[in-house]
């Protein structure tokens, strides 16, 4: 990503005193240049620029069209290229971009009209995103198939088609589309953005994290782009990587609502639900899910479930699936003195293999002050112990395999809430997770607990003399850990790897 340093930015800042003093054509040759490396903000200013001193230079007008197009601005490039047409001045791509324009500014109709006329991938592709937007999915999917026989530049088309078979829950046509984009503009921003939206459909978030960090660096002020790989990083319990590319977004976006939820989510992970408030507050009338759950919980843990109750109501009333809305409801209600409510609340969830410790408990709480005890052995009936325990080890298990370190991490998590720390593989696991998102100093902890649980068991001491290695922390014990590991279990190829490298270190 370029790194624009405090003189350029000063001087973008100084549009009115004549782009630092450039002349018109080399500030128009500046633009060129940003366009040409994906850099739209920065085009812009110095279109802008030249046009103020003369409205009417074609070369600018055209070029601040294609600009507000790349960043999405349908009615900027609506109205750029109306002038155009005013000047008669129309590119040779004018119905095109007046197509793609309508499209963005909403205008379906119209934008079917205008792209009917190109008979090309790209025109059928616009057609396609028109007829979505008008609820028509048979006739969006008849404009793709047609796109893919029609010449010009098919990726765009192939990238749009893949996410809407996603959609549309064909997962292997999606993939198979997405592959082609990717063949067809292997830097192109909506191949790289349908296939990370695509694997990470499939659990590979590393694959993923590739495509929207290519996305970013290639598309440098993309936001999809950007947020979908802070996203990632989030998931993948990087949040140290994560934390730099959230305050540069909120230098470079402030106020922007999705940029907020990402630093309030940080200030969660930090527990500092006080930060949490104050960061969420500007934005919390905005109708979004996420945004109000994170609301909510950090006014509980306030200690205010008075406020937080109305807003989680109106949440599980429109989300009655989501388990975290009818928990932390099923809390605020007991936390008001309303076992009852609370009662009828959580039960759903009590009773469900899903349910987690902390749900029990609450519904135990809310059976005892309501008089309904009894209802604590049926929730056990219906999902005894066994079966959740054996839900969260397929999950955990499942997220080590895919690498998905912060899914992993709830779960052996949630499992030590059920069984203490009894479990040495339980225990090994979470270290593992916990190491691979940097977290290394409780890793070992969690390693030593499983050793000790378990001394002789090759992979546990591979878990915990790889950490010892690679840390730093303790070289000489991890390498004899690592060995005494090969000699239990020789055939292991990870433990033989881990062994190699800790010995070439």
């Known amino acids: 990503m370029k790194i624009i340093s405090r003189p350029a930015i000063a001087c973008l800042a100084a549009l009115s005193l004549a782009a630092c003093g450039l002349s018109p054509e080399e500030r128009l040759d500046r633009a060129e ?38 960043a999405g601005d349908g009615e900027g490039a609506y109205s750029s290229l109306q002038r155009l047409d005013e000047l008669s001045a129309r590119p040779a791509d004018y119905d095109q971009m007046l197509a793609e324009a309508q499209l963005l500014r909403g205008n379906f109709e119209a934008a079917i009209g205008s792209a009917e006329a190109l ?132 230098d470079r976006l402030p106020g922007d609502p999705d940029v907020i939820y990402l630093q309030a989510r940080l200030a969660a992970e930090d527990g500092d639900w006080e930060d949490v408030r104050a960061i969420l507050q500007p934005v919390e009338g905005r109708d979004q899910a996420q945004q109000q759950l994170l609301y909510a919980r950090a006014l509980l843990e306030l200690d205010l479930p008075e406020q937080a109750m109305p807003r989680l109501t109106s949440l599980l009333r429109s989300a009655p699936g989501d388990p975290e809305a009818r928990r932390l409801l099923a809390r ?79 779960a052996y998590e949630e499992l030590r809430r059920w069984t203490g720390d009894r479990n040495a593989l339980v225990l090994n696991n979470l270290a593992f997770a916990r190491g691979r998102t940097g977290d290394t100093a409780e890793a070992i902890r969690l390693g030593e607990m499983a050793h000790e649980l378990a001394p002789e068991h090759p992979s546990i001491m591979d878990t915990l003399g790889w950490l010892l290695v690679e840390s730093g922390e303790d070289r000489s014990r991890g390498l004899l850990l690592l060995e005494r590991a090969a000699q239990l279990d020789p055939d292991n190829p990870t433990i033989n790897r881990h062994l190699s490298e800790a010995r070439g270190g």
Do not use: C, K
Request: glycine fraction near 8%.
């Open 332 to 410: 605020a209600q007991l936390e008001t003195n309303e076992p009852a409510a609370a009662f009828a609340t959580i039960r759903p969830l009590a009773a469900s293999a899903l349910g987690t410790s902390q749900d029990l408990a609450i519904f135990a709480a809310s059976a005892r002050a309501s008089g309904r005890s009894a209802g604590i052995d049926d929730a056990l009936a219906a999902a005894p112990p066994s079966e959740r325990l054996g839900l969260l080890l397929a999950q955990g298990d499942s997220a080590l395999q895919r690498e998905n370190w912060r899914a992993a991490i709830d």
């Open 119 to 250: 008979a090309s991938a790209e025109g059928a592709r616009i057609i396609a995103l028109s007829h979505i937007g008008l609820g028509e999915g048979r006739e969006a999917q008849s404009a793709f198939e047609a796109g893919l026989t029609m010449s010009g530049d098919r990726s765009r088309l192939l990238a749009d088609y893949a996410i809407f078979m996603l959609q549309a829950g064909d997962a292997e046509a999606a993939h198979r589309l997405a592959t082609q984009a990717l063949e067809a503009n292997e830097n192109g921003l909506d191949p790289l953005l349908a296939n990370a939206r695509i694997v990470m459909a499939r659990g590979d978030m590393n694959r993923a994290l590739g495509f929207y960090t290519t996305a970013a660096e290639e598309w440098p002020e993309n936001r999809l782009a950007i947020l979908g790989r802070i996203g990632v990083l989030g998931d993948l319990g990087r949040l140290e990587e994560a934390r730099p590319l959230i305050a540069d977004l909120a």
């Open 33 to 70: 240049e940003a366009f040409a490396e994906n850099r739209f903000n920065e085009a812009r200013l110095d279109l802008a620029s030249v046009l103020q001193e003369d409205a009417n230079n074609v070369a600018a007008l055209q070029l601040l069209a294609r600009t507000q197009l790349q």
